[in-house]
């Protein structure tokens, strides 16, 4: 029986991929792993009965390797790992938490209404720390094989790059060039343009978040 995922459908259009970096980072690990699955696509405004009756939190990602439904990236891709060991992509231990508050200095930013707020700052020491990581382990966090902290930093960064690109005209300074290489190998990966969402609905996914 094909493993079973169920993630975000676009913002107005439930027939279409939507813009869940954590819905995004499981496929990513399936489609790198070459784990055959079926997607169901969720209009997170509209939950369909079934999907509340085995899943009544409602929350995206959540799978099912046949027998019941679990949530929450992180456990999924742990598992993911677990059931389907090779190609690895384990990272080492202190590896881990490389990148890891990069999504939330982001937000902060993308959110922010005052230039002199430090949110700016505090993103751009984010990506200095993994610009320093990159150019000493690059090209990718583990070195040339990929591992799963790229996978939950690659959805993170494409979000980034198109929200902070169109709402801010912002993006990453060319002096970061391992971070802009990285995220050029990440970005043109086919398991990552598989998976990503449309600029369109990613844009469409954070507008009200911007401008409440």
Known sequence: MAVEVCVKAAVGAPNVLGDCPFSQRVLLTL??????????????????????????EGKV????????????????????????????????????????????????????????????????????????????????VNGKNICSVDMSLAPKLYHLEVALGHFKKWCVPESLSHVRNYMKLLFERESFQKTKAAEEYVIAGWAPKVNP
């Open 31 to 56: 489609e790198e792993k070459k784990v055959p699955y079926k997607m169901h696509l969720i209009n997170v405004s509209d939950k369909p009965k079934w999907f509340l009756e085995v899943n009544p």
């Open 61 to 140: 990602p959540v799978i099912n390797f046949g027998d019941k439904w679990i949530p929450d990236s992180d456990v999924i891709v742990g598992l993911i790992e677990e059931k389907y060991p090779n190609p690895s992509l384990i990272a080492p231990p202190e590896f881990v938490s490389v990148g890891s508050k990069i999504f939330s200095t982001f937000v902060s930013f993308l959110k922010s209404k005052d230039p002199s707020d430090g949110t700016e700052q505090a993103l751009l020491d984010e990506l200095k720390a993994l610009e320093e990581h990159l150019k000493a382990h690059g090209p990718y």
